[in-house]
């Protein structure tokens, strides 16, 4: 069991000759936390079954914060929806209300797609 904590905090690395090594960090991962210079953009897709969903991409900033967008964003259009691989889904055609929302809290929004 040690061995896999090892291997997953090391990035896979398990042991070296080098005396001197340092295995590099996570923590240097650096995200643009400035939501004025995101570009973000809002689809409309069609799923199987005929399902429509809302889908906003271009988001930078910590899955944290983009956590913490979509469930706003959930809320103010009063429907369900999900948070995956840096994309945020909300279910039904609401990208007129989407739009509206995050150009008020600063973002720069705007359609995309058919």
Request: proline content about 3%.
């Amino acid at each position: 069991m040690a061995a896999k904590e090892n291997k997953n905090r090391n990035g896979g690395l398990i042991y070296s000759t080098n005396p001197d090594f340092q295995p590099e960090s996570d923590d240097s991962e650096s995200y643009n936390e400035d939501i004025g210079s995101m570009n973000l953009r809002i689809f409309l897709d069609r799923l199987g079954g005929n399902k429509v969903v809302t889908r906003v991409s271009g988001y930078e900033g910590s899955p944290e914060n983009l956590e913490k967008l979509g469930k706003e964003l959930k809320q103010k259009c009063g429907t369900g929806g999900s948070v995956k691989d840096g994309v945020i889904l909300i279910q039904g055609d609401k990208r007129d209300q989407v739009l509206q929302i995050l150009i008020k809290s600063g973002f720069k929004a705007k359609k995309a797609g058919g």
